[in-house]
């Protein structure tokens, strides 16, 4: 259930635009795994990883998400 809520979050916070760019989102325990299309993309979600964990623990409404990791 976690797994489907945190994809189903990620779409909702990071809306289409890096939805689109992003293959697959899976839980690993605390740790949002994010698969992406693009090179570009990692490194700009990188920059902003910290507010996007706070914006997904937000939006699910309690803290699941200790970190993301990009591949």
Same mark, same amino acid.
């Given at each position: 259930?976690?797994?489907?809520?945190?994809? %189903?979050?990620?779409?909702?916070?990071?809306?289409?635009? #890096?939805? =689109?760019?992003?293959?697959?989102?899976?839980?690993?325990?605390?740790?949002? #795994?994010?698969?992406?299309?693009?090179? #570009?993309?990692?490194?700009?979600?990188?920059?902003?990883?910290?507010?996007?964990?706070?914006?997904? =623990? %937000?939006?699910?409404?309690?803290?699941?998400?200790?970190?993301?990791?990009?591949?």
């Amino acid at each position: 259930l976690d797994q489907v809520q945190a994809a %189903e979050a990620w779409k909702r916070v990071m809306g289409p635009g #890096v939805s =689109n760019y992003t293959l697959k989102v899976r839980l690993d325990g605390s740790t949002l #795994v994010v698969y992406r299309k693009s090179s #570009v993309l990692r490194e700009e979600l990188s920059l902003g990883a910290t507010r996007i964990k706070e914006m997904m =623990n %937000e939006d699910l409404g309690r803290k699941l998400i200790e970190k993301i990791r990009l591949q």
